[in-house]
């Protein structure tokens, strides 16, 4: 398996544009989680689904955000309007009930 | 709440040595604990996983034990190599209804050649 595969890779975007972010999680794994992570804030758990079911989402900071699952290979994380604060590494995590495995991430600048 | 948290936040070492990084948890109530690594500008790479049944778990220099009881795990690295340099964290998993993987705010490590 070619592991957790995030796109874009970086992205850049002016203020007030709508960015889609995506992830691809390892087959198999039944848990799909999204993070950002700040040099402030460290890593937050943004959302989290199980078998495609959205389980907790109080960590998304705003309904600007909002995060999908449509099937067992896909998810994405969309935030619209975009702003200067939303700049950060987005992770993507898979599992299944034991050991999670992380995307290379999306480095989102709103400028 | 559920939080983890790490001591210290950063660690100079020089080449070598051996040394102990922390991870301390609210609630016990764990179902596993993940050391990850994670070099600047890079995604987090999986170290070692404890189960919440097990008390320890190795690999090459690396060592980590877990203590529910008390809400500790801590990262023991032999044998220190510039190479170890990286930022370290630690995530507790729970089970039960909410299967939440949280995240400490990390060790960032510096060892000297």
């Known amino acids: 398996d070619a592991g957790v595969i995030q796109s874009p890779r970086h992205e850049v975007t002016e203020m007030g544009q709508e960015v889609t972010l995506r992830c691809k999680p390892i087959?198999?794994?039944?848990?799909l989680f999204w993070y950002r992570q700040t040099m402030m804030r460290g890593l937050e758990l943004l959302i989290y689904?199980?078998?495609?079911?959205?389980?907790?989402d109080s960590g998304m900071p705003e309904d600007r955000f909002s995060a999908k699952m449509p099937n067992a290979s896909f998810s994405t994380l969309k935030i619209q309007p975009s702003e200067p604060r939303d700049s950060a590494v987005y992770f993507c995590?898979?599992?299944?009930?034991?050991?999670?495995?992380f995307g290379q991430g999306t480095r989102l600048t709103v400028v | 709440k559920q939080e983890v948290t790490q001591i210290p936040a950063a660690l100079s070492v020089p080449e070598g040595e051996n040394l102990v990084l922390n991870c301390s948890f609210t609630d016990s109530a764990i179902y596993n604990l993940q050391w990850f690594r994670q070099d600047p500008g890079k995604g987090l790479t999986s170290l070692l996983l404890i189960q919440s049944s097990q008390r320890e778990q190795t690999s090459g220099r690396l060592n980590a034990s877990l203590d529910k009881s008390s809400g500790r795990s801590t990262l023991y690295i032999a044998a220190s190599q510039p190479g170890d340099s990286a930022t370290y964290l630690c995530?507790?998993?729970?089970?039960?209804?909410?299967?939440?993987?949280?995240f400490g705010t990390g060790t960032l490590l510096a060892v000297q050649p």
């Open positions: 689904f199980n078998n495609n079911v959205p389980i907790d």
């Open positions: 087959s198999g794994h039944d848990y």
């Open positions: 995590a898979s599992s299944a009930v034991t050991e999670a495995f």
């Open positions: 995530a507790v998993r729970y089970g039960g209804a909410t299967n939440k993987l949280i």
